[in-house]
């Protein structure tokens, strides 16, 4: 079992950067699929990034070109870049291994002028 601490979250303008972390409680980064995702208010939580096998990465479309998932053995990040005002929303790690699949708590991320 893992567990896992999200951190970084804030608020920025639109345009600006922000990186997010997520801390793992064991190394994950070789051995699990690792993905970040995001939950607004009133929406159901959406897929953002993810990485397989530790180099195979896929970006959501909304998502694709400003923002990048990378990681080591115990911490994954989401380097999030040109923000825009619709990427605000709680955004989650998560890590699978199998049938197992573990979640942060979240951190707030609030794009606005």
């Known amino acids: 079992q893992v567990q896992l601490v999200e951190s970084g979250g804030g608020l920025v303008q639109p345009g600006g950067s922000l990186r997010l972390s997520c801390a793992a409680s064991k190394s994950i980064f070789s051995i699990y699929t690792l993905g970040w995702y995001r939950q607004a208010p009133g929406k159901q939580r959406e897929w953002v990034a993810d990485?397989?096998?530790?180099?195979i990465t896929n970006h959501a479309d909304s998502v694709k070109g400003r923002f990048a998932i990378s990681g080591d053995k115990n911490t994954m990040f989401l380097q999030m870049d040109s923000l825009k005002p619709e990427d605000t929303a709680v955004y989650y790690c998560?890590?699978?291994?199998?049938?197992?699949?573990?979640w942060g708590q979240g951190t707030q991320v609030t794009v606005s002028s």
């Open positions: 990485i397989t096998r530790g180099r």
């Open positions: 998560n890590a699978i291994d199998g049938g197992s699949s573990y």
